[in-house]
């Protein structure tokens, strides 16, 4: 199994960016699927999750109300939506999933598989 997150780039402060997390060799519809970001010199940290049918998510308070995630299942792909982005948001955005797929975890450790990381610059 692969997952690769990509969308990642350079965008002025205030700007949006949409990241894409694709599957192959497995099926994402079976699993929650988070997003996570790791900025220099700093932990890894959640930043949001999806349940399998979508119908759950969970947010960072740091990122409420400018990122959305989603998926299309049908594309093995799930997405996330970055609007009024901030310097702060600077960071490698690392997509990953969890077994069970009902529970939009914020624990990194119910994550079992992880993927490339992307990288999102917000220059100021």
């Known amino acids: 199994v692969q997952l690769q997150a990509s969308g990642g780039g350079l965008v002025q402060a205030g700007g949006s960016l949409r990241l894409s997390c694709a599957a192959s060799?497995?099926?994402?519809?079976?699993?929650?699927v988070g997003w996570f970001r790791q900025a220099p010199g700093k932990e890894r940290e959640f930043v949001t999750a999806i349940t399998r049918s979508g119908g759950s998510t969970s947010y960072a308070d740091s990122v409420k109300g400018r990122f959305t995630i989603s998926r299309d299942n049908a594309k093995n792909t799930v997405y996330l939506q970055m609007n009024s982005l901030k310097p702060a948001d600077t960071a490698v955005y690392y997509c990953?999933?969890?077994?069970?797929?009902?529970?939009?975890?914020?624990?990194?450790?119910?994550?079992?598989?992880w993927g490339q990381g992307t990288l999102v610059t917000v220059s100021s």
């Open positions: 060799g497995r099926t994402l519809s079976s699993y929650t």
């Open positions: 990953a999933y969890s077994a069970g797929g009902v529970v939009a975890t914020t624990l990194q450790s119910r994550y079992t598989y």
